[in-house]
């Protein structure tokens, strides 16, 4: 089993910024992918940001040239930087990975952007 916790969630105004991390520990194999998604009142959850063992990235059109995803991958840990953030940013944002082919998911971390 992989635990998922995350940090770093909160109240902004908008055009401000957040970092959120994420540290996954326990059984862990080898992690390969892992990501951050948001849920919002109403909403299914969305892919924000991934990033692969290798470092590829992919971005929802909605972040893009606003968020950054980084690892570091001999931690464990993933970090989504946060900036220009937006009334729509307000979510509550889900971490996730995946080792040996299972998807493991963080509890969640409320971030609020007030216009």
């Known amino acids: 089993q992989v635990q998922l916790v995350e940090f770093g969630g909160g109240l902004v105004q908008a055009g401000g910024s957040l970092r959120l991390s994420c540290a996954a520990s326990?059984?862990?194999?080898?992690?390969?992918?892992m990501g951050w998604y948001r849920q919002a009142p109403g909403k299914q959850r969305e892919l924000v940001a991934s990033i692969t063992s290798d470092s590829s990235t992919n971005y929802a059109d909605s972040v893009k040239g606003r968020f950054t995803i980084s690892r570091d991958s001999a931690k464990n840990t993933v970090a989504l930087q946060m900036n220009s953030l937006k009334p729509e940013d307000t979510a509550v944002y889900y971490c996730?990975?995946?080792?040996?082919?299972?998807?493991?998911w963080g509890q969640g971390t409320q971030v609020t952007v007030s216009s």
């Open positions: 326990g059984s862990i194999f080898s992690i390969s992918a």
């Open positions: 996730r990975c995946r080792d040996k082919g299972r998807i493991y």
